[in-house]
């Protein structure tokens, strides 16, 4: 019987519907943001486009670490032992504390010499922007790292709500920051990193104020008593940095096929960028239902019951995959009026609906086994194989495939999901694999 499990469906659905909002709105948002960046010139955009790609690259290391810490919290929870769940938040508050303030150091000190090794030769008003663009967005690393560890902690005890609302006030600023800064004091790339700034920093004030008060059972408080624990450091390090680096590697892949692709022509360019908004909209609600996987599969093994973890890890993969498949449709009908709306070219835009047309039928079959539930067996600990899986899946076939079809084999943007849709393949055989396999289910978190 339903009433039987851990989470009965009111609290399914209080835990997933706001993850589901709150990544659908960020990535609207962020869509939103670049638009009005675009406005400001060629230089401002390119900047931007530029200093994200490293920015991205940290926000997922950063969001990996406050993974780490939420498993730890969540299996806390599950085996009722709130002074240990208490215990792996302070710890976590602490490390991605200390490792955020270094990594902004570092940017600030070294950020001419970075930026000009990364990017090299470009024309000097986009490296004068880019400078601008980095100075201000390092600044926010700290605020953006403690919303991703204070979120990480309330999803851990079932309260995605409070995330979700944090994060849509702080998009809503951040999109009237760029409107008032942009075109109210026409202060270019420095008024949107400034509002970026503002905004993340009232996430990470707003996320650790709640975080202390006592209306729910782990908090957060006095932070400057918190003292290093090398045991509890070394779980949430040994859960988290496995997910880093396979994030990490994931953005060094993405660029690489940036650079593949621009060598195609402008038509081309322009058919992929819009592809990639496209796809990552018809995906985002599959990457919350993952999320709050995370949560009730960490409480199911903290409380013992390795059963609940399997259940829950199939029936959230089944509505995973009618979301998506949703979503899929609703995009594919979107597709041509967006391209429209966005001016594009006839070729480009012909080009886009017909990469959308095969993601639409491949995304719906293969994505959600490659992706959803590997969330759930990193929640058991299991974060190893999925590292290593993912990454010889994304660099042989996602990365290689996709520039030796461009460049020997003459191919063109469609080289780019021909990889892709190789690669959710092999992910998806190999996290199937290991699911049935129950090996995941050998970790010991707590």
Request: charged share 15%.
């Amino acid at each position: 019987m339903e009433a039987q499990h851990m989470f009965d469906g009111k609290m399914l659905r209080r835990l997933l519907i706001p993850v589901i909002i709150e990544q659908i709105l960020t990535s609207l948002m962020g869509t939103a943001d670049t638009m009005m960046v675009s406005n400001v010139g060629s230089e401002a955009i390119s900047a931007v486009s530029l200093v994200d790609s490293i920015n991205v690259l940290l926000i997922q290391v950063f969001s990996a670490l406050a993974a780490g810490g939420a498993i730890v919290c969540s299996q806390c929870i599950g085996n009722k032992d709130i002074k240990r769940a208490k215990e792996s938040a302070r710890q976590l508050v602490f490390i991605i504390t200390l490792i955020s303030v270094s990594v902004t150091a570092v940017c600030l000190i070294f950020r001419y010499p970075l930026l000009h090794l990364i990017f090299g030769a470009v024309e000097p008003d986009v490296m004068e922007a880019s400078e601008t663009y980095f100075f201000y967005t390092s600044l926010s690393f700290p605020f953006i790292a403690l919303y991703n560890a204070g979120a990480s902690v309330f999803r851990a005890q079932n309260n995605t709500r409070g995330p979700m609302t944090i994060s849509v006030i702080s998009n809503l600023m951040n999109i009237a920051g760029n409107a008032i800064l942009i075109w109210g004091f026409d202060m270019g790339v420095a008024g949107a990193a400034i509002a970026t700034l503002v905004s993340r920093i009232f996430c990470a004030v707003v996320v650790m104020y709640r975080l202390r008060k006592p209306d729910h059972p782990v908090t957060v408080r006095h932070y400057l008593s918190i003292r290093p624990d090398r045991k509890y450091i070394f779980r949430i390090l040994s859960l988290g940095i496995p997910s880093g680096v396979e994030n990490g590697m994931f953005q060094f892949g993405k660029l690489a096929i940036q650079s593949t692709v621009s060598t195609l022509g402008t038509v081309a360019i322009a058919a992929q960028a819009m592809t990639n908004i496209l796809e990552n909209l018809n995906g985002i609600a599959g990457i919350g239902v993952g999320i709050g996987m995370m949560t009730v599969v960490g409480q199911c093994l903290g409380a013992g019951r390795k059963d609940e973890a399997i259940y829950y890890i199939k029936k959230l993969s089944k509505i995973a995959e009618i979301i998506v498949v949703s979503t899929c449709l609703i995009v594919f009908l979107l597709a041509r009026p967006v391209t429209w709306l966005g001016g594009m070219e006839k070729a480009s835009a012909d080009m886009c609906v017909y990469m959308i047309t095969w993601i639409t039928i491949v995304k719906s079959i293969v994505w959600v086994a490659g992706f959803v539930p590997a969330y759930g067996m990193r929640a058991a600990g299991d974060v190893k194989y999925s590292m290593t899986l993912s990454m010889i899946s994304m660099w042989v076939f996602r990365v290689s495939l996709c520039i030796f079809l461009i460049r020997v084999m003459g191919f063109g943007p469609m080289a780019v999901w021909i990889g892709m849709f190789t690669d959710w393949t092999v992910r998806g055989i190999g996290f199937l694999h290991r699911f049935h396999s129950r090996k995941w289910l050998d970790h010991k978190v707590i």
